[in-house]
């Protein structure tokens, strides 16, 4: 199977990245390699094999629903890039040029 | 107060005789790390002021005298979140990043009265086995600065072989400890997973990533193990099993221990001078009374594309959180939310991390799902079940860290499938959950070579018993780079 430019830009897209046009060569041609790697599983036998997600041996792990104390809101706020009013600042939702 | 030629305990006598004090400890090494830094480039961020005031409080306190760790200074990988101390996870997303809390790791180590002296580099989310996708430093392998120090955990690896700290924290998710502490010539060990807290590791692929000990010795390690390992309720996944003192009977040897020989480990890739190393290294232990037998693990060669399909899933999914609105990096001049998310993410994140993000955002993807995740975490339990067997009449595989010994800076980042064929000796134990640890075998033109012990399921203990009783028997782990003008 060969993953075209196209397909990487969906994936992208999916992914909230975006690539130049130079970048998007470079990556489909070494997606293309890593999937033709990957690509030897096909050759496995895995008819009525289970699926591996996780190998902690912890199962329902219960607590006591304690109320305790949240974070102080201030410490929470430490590494927000844009703020103001004690609120986290983003641009608008909609486009600004769509705007008016 | 050299660290090559001491080790936690006679650091520890010296501390309690007074020859030293935990300042005066401190201060020398980093006078000694900002000399060896000029080669090494280990660490992102040093914390010399807050270390220097630990130390003063620790020799106001006293030594407590039955802890072997207080007034020691350790080195963390940046990924290993510090309350207060900068935490980049060497990613451009993180450059400003500073936590509110302390991995749980970091509250064990304060407990015990470490004194952490700064971060060390990595690849950028420990996603890389040179350490050259770190968007900010180059680290150098302490035997030769033409050579990458391995990674992802490399900083640590570097920093500890070149004598800056006596020990290190770093993490492993497909052999990120194993591999550099195998280029560096020094002691590293992933422990089983659940085994020691995941909480504060930044996420990279959470089935498999654990946090372990670098050191340059089997004995530190064990010492290291014993203070960050254990339960903890805010990590769902660590282990409930009591935790054993792993120094305890360390010293027991390896008679009668049965050491099990993947041939898969010899395969055609695997240098010449490194089979030879680990072929000795086997001989010697028949010597010391195991006995080894060669066993099948047939799908290893699988482990590198099952690998690379479940961890990157996992971490496309755990890094969908860098979207520039609460932490990490936000790309300025942007128009609308959507903006935010893309062009934060696509500037702050470097390609390694951006390939990875995408292979995993492929295979879990409608009309790849079956094929790829599926079809890896099935592979997965087949790799699981070739270990169940081989442990069923053995205690103990053993095999090399690497194919090769550290190879040029530069040499192999453009190129991912043969810097991921690189990780085929480490990633399977990860798949597995096992623990595994490299410890020195040998050199080859002048670069240290690793051997990997890998054990059953929490049973760390045997893998320190075997390492020690190779450490008695070789001198190895006594070699000690030539750097910062003395050796």
């Given amino acids: 199977m060969a993953i075209t ?41 895995t008819t009525d094999v289970p699926v591996t997600s996780t190998v902690t041996e912890e199962v329902n792990v219960m607590r006591e629903d304690v109320a305790v104390k949240g974070t102080d809101r201030t410490l929470l706020m430490k590494n927000v890039p844009e703020e103001k009013d004690g609120l986290i600042k983003v641009p608008a939702i909609i486009d600004e040029s769509e705007e008016g | ?97 500073n936590p509110i809390y302390n991995a749980t790791v970091m509250d064990k180590l304060d407990e015990k009265g ?72 020094i002691v590293g060990l992933k422990p089983t997973y659940g085994r020691v807290s995941r909480y504060g590791l930044i996420a990279f692929a959470s089935s498999m990533d654990q946090i372990g000990p670098l050191t340059r010795s089997v004995y530190d390690n064990a010492l290291m193990l014993n203070a960050i390992s254990g339960h903890d309720f805010r990590d769902f996944t660590s282990s409930s099993k009591e935790v054993p003192d792993f120094t305890k009977g360390i010293d027991e040897g390896v008679k009668g221990m049965r050491i099990a020989v993947p041939k898969e480990y010899f395969a055609e890739g695997v240098d ?17 009374g195991a006995t ?86 099935q592979v997965r339990t087949l ?20 194919p090769t010994t550290a190879y040029g800076i530069g040499e192999k980042i453009d190129d991912p499938v043969t810097m991921y064929m690189n990780d085929i000796l ?6 597995a959950g096992l623990p595994g640890m490299s410890l020195p075998a040998g050199f080859s033109d002048g670069l240290p070579i690793g051997m990997q012990l890998v054990a059953p399921r929490f049973r760390e203990d045997t893998l ?7 450490e008695q028997a070789t001198d190895f782990h006594k070699a000690v780079p030539e750097i910062g003008g003395q050796n």
Avoid at chain 1, 5 to 18: G, Y
Avoid at chain 1, 19 to 25: G, H, I, K
Wanted: aromatic share 8%; hydrophobic share 40%.
């Fill in chain 1, 5 to 45: 430019a196209n397909e990487v830009k969906h994936v992208a897209s999916l992914a909230k990245l975006e690539f130049t046009d130079e970048e998007l060569q470079k990556f489909t041609g070494q997606m293309d390699e890593i999937i033709n790697m990957v690509e030897q599983l096909g050759e496995v036998d």
């Fill in chain 2, 1 to 97: 107060m050299n660290y090559f030629e001491n080790d936690l305990k006679s650091l520890h006598e010296g501390l309690v005789n007074k020859d030293f004090s935990a300042e005066e400890l401190a201060k020398e090494t980093f006078e000694t790390i900002k000399k060896r830094e000029e080669e090494i480039d280990a660490f992102i961020t040093l914390d010399e002021e807050r270390a220097m005031e630990k130390a003063r409080a620790v020799d106001v306190k006293g030594i407590d005298e039955g802890n072997v760790l207080d007034g020691i200074p350790v080195g963390i990988k940046d990924n290993i979140v510090t309350k207060g101390l900068k935490t980049t996870a060497a990613s451009k997303m993180l450059e400003n990043f």
């Fill in chain 2, 114 to 185: 470490m004194i952490t002296v700064g971060k060390l580099n990595m690849d950028e989310f420990a996603m890389g086995s040179s350490t050259e996708t770190s968007a900010f430093k180059k680290t150098k392998n302490a035997w030769d600065q033409t050579k990458v120090p391995g990674g992802s955990s490399g900083g640590s690896a570097a920093a500890v072989a070149s004598g800056e700290v006596i020990a290190a924290l770093g993490s492993d998710t497909g052999g990120s400890i194993r591999q550099p502490a195998a280029f560096n010539g």
């Fill in chain 2, 272 to 288: 010449a001078n490194v089979k030879q190393a680990v072929k000795d290294a086997i001989k010697k232990f028949e010597e010391l």
């Fill in chain 2, 292 to 377: 080894v037998d060669e066993v099948s693990l047939p799908h290893t060669k699988y482990g590198v594309p099952v690998y690379y399909i479940i961890a990157s899933s996992e971490a496309s999914s755990n890094l969908q959180r860098f979207d520039g609105i609460r932490y990490g990096f936000r790309a300025e001049d942007v128009k609308n939310l959507e903006d935010v998310y893309v062009r934060s993410r696509s500037e702050g994140f470097g390609d390694e991390v951006k390939r990875r993000i995408m292979l995993g955002t492929f295979s879990l993807s409608a009309g790849t799902y079956d094929a790829f995740f599926k079809k890896a975490a």
């Fill in chain 2, 383 to 402: 790799i699981c079940r070739d270990y169940e067997n081989v442990f069923e009449n053995h205690d103990l595989i053993l095999g090399p860290t690497a």
């Fill in chain 2, 426 to 431: 480490t990633i399977p134990v990860n798949l």
């Fill in chain 2, 464 to 470: 320190y018993k075997a390492g020690f009783a190779f």
